[in-house]
């Protein structure tokens, strides 16, 4: 079946834009990470949705970043007034029953 | 602190060779490790999960070791490809009272092969 996709694959933007970027989860999957990982360092937890409890959002950087899931399925990562510290590959990932978390292939998001 | 780390950071090895990365955590309380492959411009890809009970897995020419008391484990690959070219990435899954999953992810080793 299909499996996780992000869009865009690819986005450049100026600093100061915000920008949204979409998870479409497998479907049946009721958890929904997102993650970011900066050029040559590791993935780092952003936020988790379960279910229709109130998301886990610990691991947001700062109140410009946000994130929504609708219907329990579709995410979007929204980034207002992007800075060029934000420049990453921002990763989905969603979890069915068991312990696997199945990723995107990313969004690689440049802020000039 | 909940921590993952790995090493080496990286490493280059002939093809055909065998090689064997080192993941050690201090995440409590344990709920599974993973490790992933992670090729360049991709996402992540599972390579093997492993629960407290389990202490080795295989996944074609890759193991996985767990050591739950010692809190490490290892992922070894043998007789290494072109294509095992990647960055590997252990991760660390904590389950909390609400039965929410905490996931701590190493930095990963890069891994070279060369002809």
């Known amino acids: 079946g299909a499996g996780v996709s992000q869009s865009p694959s690819n986005k450049v933007t100026e600093k100061g834009k915000d920008v949204e970027l979409r998870c479409d989860p497998i479907s049946g999957h009721t958890a929904l990470y997102w993650y970011r990982q900066s050029l040559g360092q590791g993935l780092e937890f952003l936020i988790y949705?379960?279910?229709?409890?109130?998301?886990?959002k610990s691991g947001l950087p700062s109140d410009r970043f946000s994130a929504e899931r609708t219907g329990g399925s579709v995410s979007t990562l929204t980034i207002q007034r992007t800075q060029q510290e934000d420049s990453a590959v921002y990763l989905c990932a969603s979890r069915g029953q068991g312990h696997e978390q199945y990723f995107g292939p990313g969004t690689r998001l440049t802020v000039t | 602190k909940n921590q993952v780390e790995q090493s080496p950071q990286s490493l280059i090895i002939l093809e055909g060779k065998n090689c064997t990365l080192q993941c050690n955590y201090t995440v409590s309380p344990f709920s599974n490790l993973r490790w992933y492959k992670q090729d360049t411009g991709r996402g992540p890809v599972s390579l093997t999960i492993m629960t407290f009970s389990e202490n080795t897995k295989s996944n074609g020419r890759y193991t996985a070791t767990l050591d739950a008391d010692t809190k490490q484990s290892s992922l070894h690959i043998t007789a290494s490809q072109l294509s095992d070219s990647a960055s590997y990435i252990c991760v660390v899954t904590r389950t909390n009272s609400g039965g929410y999953q905490k996931v701590t992810f190493g930095t990963g080793t890069k891994l070279q092969v060369i002809p």
């Open positions: 949705f379960q279910g229709n409890s109130a998301p886990d």
